[in-house]
């Protein structure tokens, strides 16, 4: 049974959406990019599968979820779209098969064992895109890799011909100008870059500092209640 279409949720939905496509055009604009360089991941993360559905017939076509047990559940029930979903969450190993099961591309490479995992999980001959994920602050327990890691966790994974590197991506700190982090995330990329040019992603930039992100260089902006409203808590 499909819910009946509450028509001001989702006449409010398509506001959001096209307000912050609009955003993204100027601020594309300003720093002299062309928007179309720049894919819009709706971060659909707490929200049912009705509101991907939503998204879906406004022409949403990526969509981020960051945990392997929703991603899943979301992507069996709407597999018949054609959408492509991002896992942008921390990963575990023991669930790498689960998301590379459901996932078109995994964000969070974070270190060697869940790279290994991810390629572990493969089926035939296709190949999963991954990035590698930055950790932006001075404290290691934030997910991610430490830039001065990143080079060599890249070519752990283009050691793995079941993971197509295509970049990298980070989450910008509490306590520092997003330009600044961005900044250095950019740096972090040009060195990724020189070890493989078509690793040319930037996963960066979410609500509060997408404008930011675009500026240093984004090519792949998270975005999530922003446009999807406040997420629902979690039960
Ligand atoms: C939740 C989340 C986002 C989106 O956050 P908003 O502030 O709602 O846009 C982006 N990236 C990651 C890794 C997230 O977990």
Redesign the pocket.
């Known amino acids: 049974m499909t819910p009946p279409v509450d028509a001001s949720e989702s006449s409010l939905l398509a506001a959001r959406l096209s307000a912050i496509d609009e955003k993204i055009a100027v601020a594309a604009h300003a720093a002299g990019r062309s928007a179309e360089e720049i894919t819009r991941i709706v971060?659909t993360?707490f929200h049912p599968a009705s509101l991907v559905r939503d998204l879906y017939e406004l022409g949403v076509r990526d969509v981020?979820e960051?945990r392997q047990q929703e991603l899943s559940a979301k992507q069996d029930e709407l597999a018949a779209l054609d959408l492509r979903w991002h896992f942008?969450?921390q990963g575990q190993t023991n669930k790498a098969a689960a998301i590379r099961r459901s996932a078109g591309v995994v964000?969070?490479v974070d270190r060697d064992r869940f790279a290994d995992a991810l390629h572990r999980a493969a089926d035939g001959d296709d190949r999963l895109d991954v990035l590698v994920q930055i950790n932006l602050t001075d404290d290691p327990g934030r997910?991610g890799a430490a830039p001065a890691q990143a080079v060599a966790l890249a070519e752990h994974v283009l050691a793995l011909p079941s993971l197509r590197l295509r970049g990298v991506?980070a989450?910008a700190p509490l306590d520092e100008e997003p330009a600044s982090a961005f900044a250095r995330l950019r740096d972090v990329a040009d060195g990724v870059r020189a070890v493989d040019p078509s690793a040319s992603w930037i996963s960066a930039g979410?609500?509060?500092d997408?404008v930011e992100a675009i500026a240093a260089g984004a090519t792949h902006l998270?975005?999530?209640?922003?446009?999807?409203g406040p997420?629902p808590d979690r039960g």
Do not use: E, Q, Y
């Open positions: 971060v993360k981020g960051n942008i969450g964000h969070s997910g991506m989450v979410m609500t509060g997408f998270r975005i999530g209640s922003a446009i999807t997420r």
